[in-house]
Nanobody, 115 residues
């Protein structure tokens, strides 16, 4: 059975940092593209960052230069380092795994940026 479990969310002040982790099981992790999405209040879920099985990366314009996605295939884990956080980054963050027609999602972790 496939599972993606996010962790690392919480409450942080503007300008602060958080690191999200997503641990995967039940898939051949090193062959999957991995991504982070977020759902802000009243808005659709949108791509934040993506890293391919070949480690190429893409970022949403709103987070470029502040967030960094990385993966550790030995640990079956993908990370999202979030720096210089802004109130508009407040959202539920979801982990995604993709391989051809297969698409899996984690349960999400809440990130709140507020003073």
């Amino acid at each position: 059975q496939v599972q993606l479990v996010e962790s690392g969310g919480g409450l942080v002040q503007p300008g602060g940092s958080l690191r999200l982790s997503c641990a995967a099981s039940g898939i051949m992790f090193s062959t999957y593209d991995m991504g982070w999405y977020r759902r802000r209040p009243g808005k659709q879920r949108a791509l934040v960052a993506r890293i391919t099985f070949g480690t190429a990366t893409d970022y949403a314009d709103s987070v470029k230069g502040r967030f960094t996605i990385s993966r550790d295939n030995a640990k079956n884990t993908v990370y999202l380092q979030m720096n210089s956080l802004k109130p508009e980054d407040t959202a539920v963050y979801f982990c995604d795994a993709d391989h051809l027609f297969y698409n899996y999602w984690g349960q999400g972790t809440q990130v709140t940026v507020s003073s």
